[in-house]
């Protein structure tokens, strides 16, 4: 039996690139793909719009303060225990949104999504800085960065197919 030859390998830099972007992309993806649904969701939940609107800035506040915290407690621990523990905390709020019986509920769940959502901006640009200097480290971030770049245009997009399939 012969086999075909070698895939080529991607570099652990680009390999990097991919998954610290798709790590910071999970953040602005959580907030571009509920947009789509947001009128649906105050249908549903049995809201006002404005109200609804609400787990938008509440996301946005929890996850804007969050980031001062991430930071220096991933310089002082490490970066696995911060991670793990944001990735937790977004996980688990993610199902309470979903499973939310309420606005408050959703609101307050949204509150934690944007708590643990906030280390997947941190952590990224402090592991670039952690593996990399000068060019290289330009260079991973611009990679990165790229990733990112995506986020805003499929977010929404996938939030609407969501809504579609019911």
């Known amino acids: 039996m012969t086999t075909g ?6 570099s652990p830099m680009l390999r990097l690139a991919l998954i610290l972007g798709l790590l910071s992309a999970v953040g602005p993806f959580a907030i571009d793909m509920y947009l789509p649904a947001m009128p649906a969701i105050a249908e549903n939940l049995g809201a006002d719009e404005a109200v609804t609107q609400l787990t938008l800035a509440a996301y946005f ?9 991430y930071g220096p407690w991933s310089d002082q ?9 944001g990735l937790g905390i977004f996980a688990v709020a993610s ?4 499973l939310a019986p309420t606005i408050s509920w959703l609101i307050a769940f949204r509150v934690l999504q944007g708590l643990g959502g906030a280390v ?14 000068g060019p290289q480290a330009t260079r991973l971030m611009a990679m990165v960065m790229l990733v990112i770049s995506v986020s805003p245009m499929l977010a929404p997009l996938a939030g609407s197919a969501l809504l579609a399939l019911g």
């Open 5 to 10: 030859p070698d895939l080529p390998r991607a």
């Open 61 to 69: 506040a929890a996850f804007g303060l969050a980031q001062l915290f």
């Open 77 to 85: 621990v490490g970066r696995k225990v911060p991670l793990y523990t």
């Open 95 to 98: 199902i309470g949104c979903a």
């Open 120 to 133: 997947l901006m941190v952590l990224p640009r402090a592991v670039i800085r952690d593996q990399y200097t």
